[in-house]
């Protein structure tokens, strides 16, 4: 079983900041957690891509908050971060966690994809 929990949204005045955190818990086969991220989904619009890190740190960010927002990874404790800062309105939305985990058998492995059930972020103006 794989379960991300995301956390740490709320309401926020323009130009403040929050830090969203997403732990991952595993249990049966082992597995590993690679690739991490944020995506966001407002009201009548497609789920998009924020921030994504690899499990060695790499990571890229949509264009639309770069130089604002951070994403981190704890390896240690499965757990994945989004520092937001100097929120816009335009960032409200449900931010969703993210992740790919390959779960490793006797002589197999399988890499599936999990989302969080996300945690709402409202910036006021």
């Known amino acids: 079983q794989v379960h991300l929990v995301d956390s740490g949204g709320g309401l926020v005045q323009a130009g403040g900041s929050l830090r969203l955190s997403c732990s991952c818990t595993t249990s049966g086969n082992t597995r590993s957690i690679d690739a991490m991220g944020w995506y966001r989904q407002a009201p009548g619009k497609q789920r998009e891509l924020v921030a994504r890190?690899?499990?060695?740190?790499?990571?890229n960010y949509s264009d639309s908050v770069k130089g604002r927002f951070t994403i981190s990874r704890d390896n240690a404790k499965n757990t994945v971060y989004l520092q937001l800062n100097s929120l816009k309105p335009e960032d409200t939305a449900v931010y969703y966690c993210?992740?790919?985990?390959?779960?490793?058998?006797?002589?197999?492995?399988?890499?599936?994809?999990?989302w969080g059930q996300g945690t709402q972020v409202t910036v006021s103006s």
């Open positions: 890190i690899t499990s060695n740190g790499s990571t």
């Open positions: 993210n992740a790919d985990v390959t779960e490793y058998g006797r002589q197999w492995s399988a890499a599936k994809n999990y």
